[in-house]
């Protein structure tokens, strides 16, 4: 297993455009989560998926963001409309449930910079 | 106020000094406590958690919560450069691990 999997690495988009971010999670873990990071900030939630369902969202999610999981394996993770404020690292992480691994196994992120 | 609060640094020691990285939380409701390690342009590393209050001990690490004064504390013993990265702090309630909320992270650069 090489650990959860994001892509793109990077994706530079210009401000009105759509962009779509997927996360490939460890097989055997059945939680999925986003966070966003910005510079010098710690990661905030986003939303995360006990296998296919999307059981939490934050606030900070608008209505221009969706997430889905189908069939519970991998995510993705679109931005609509995107705005100068939307360019952080957007972080993916996946977990087994609470009486298995303690704590995330977080990706190694898609940087978005919308210019 | 967020809800964890940390120094972002940055930390600059010598190799082989002793570190000590702190935060502190405001919400009675969080049972577990975690440390993060994340290098420039990864994702974070869990390095430790701890439930309540109480020492953790893995090797050069230290983790200890101290619940009546809301206060975490990482200690790195014998500090390498390859210790340099940014470390994370983040807690969560008695829920488990639906959302993790971090501090903003301290900058630990250790010097040869």
């Given at each position: 297993?090489?650990?959860?999997?994001?892509?793109?690495?990077?994706?530079?988009?210009?401000?009105?455009?759509?962009?779509?971010?997927?996360?490939?999670?460890?097989?055997?873990?059945?939680?999925?989560?986003?966070?966003?990071?910005?510079?010098?900030?710690?990661?905030?939630?986003?939303?995360?998926?006990?296998?296919?369902?999307?059981?939490?969202?934050?606030?900070?999610?608008?209505?221009?963001?969706?997430?889905?999981?189908?069939?519970?394996?991998?995510?993705?993770?679109?931005?609509?409309?995107?705005?100068?404020?939307?360019?952080?690292?957007?972080?993916?992480?996946?977990?087994?449930?609470?009486?298995?691994?303690?704590?995330?196994?977080?990706?190694?992120?898609?940087?978005?910079?919308?210019? | 106020?967020?809800?964890?609060?940390?120094?972002?640094?940055?930390?600059?020691?010598?190799?082989?000094?002793?570190?000590?990285?702190?935060?502190?939380?405001?919400?009675?409701?969080?049972q577990y406590?975690?440390?993060?390690?994340?290098?420039?342009?990864?994702?974070?590393?869990?390095?430790?958690y701890t439930y309540s209050?109480?020492?953790?001990?893995?090797?050069?690490?230290?983790?200890?919560?101290?619940?009546?004064?809301?206060?975490?504390?990482?200690?790195?013993?014998?500090?390498?450069?390859?210790?340099?990265?940014?470390?994370?702090?983040?807690?969560?309630?008695?829920?488990?691990?639906?959302?993790?909320?971090?501090?903003?992270?301290?900058?630990?650069?250790?010097?040869?």
């Open positions: 297993d090489t650990g959860v999997s994001q892509d793109p690495r990077h994706k530079i988009t210009k401000r009105g455009q759509n962009v779509t971010f997927r996360c490939d999670p460890i097989s055997e873990h059945n939680r999925l989560y986003w966070y966003r990071q910005t510079l010098g900030q710690g990661p905030e939630f986003l939303t995360y998926f006990q296998n296919e369902a999307q059981l939490e969202k934050s606030r900070l999610l608008s209505d221009r963001f969706s997430a889905e999981r189908p069939k519970g394996s991998f995510s993705t993770l679109e931005i609509q409309r995107t705005e100068q404020g939307d360019s952080a690292m957007y972080l993916c992480a996946s977990s087994l449930d609470e009486g298995g691994d303690y704590g995330y196994t977080f990706g190694s992120g898609t940087r978005l910079t919308v210019v | 106020q967020k809800e964890v609060e940390q120094d972002p640094g940055p930390l600059s020691v010598p190799e082989g000094a002793i570190v000590s990285l702190n935060c502190t939380y405001s919400n009675s409701a969080f406590f975690m440390w993060y390690r994340q290098y420039s342009r990864k994702g974070p590393e869990l390095l430790m209050s109480g020492n953790k001990e893995d090797g050069r690490f230290t983790a200890q919560v101290d619940k009546s004064s809301k206060y975490i504390s990482l200690f790195i013993r014998d500090s390498q450069p390859s210790d340099s990265a940014t470390y994370l702090c983040a807690s969560t309630g008695n829920t488990g691990f639906q959302k993790l909320v971090f501090g903003t992270g301290t900058r630990l650069l250790v010097s040869p």
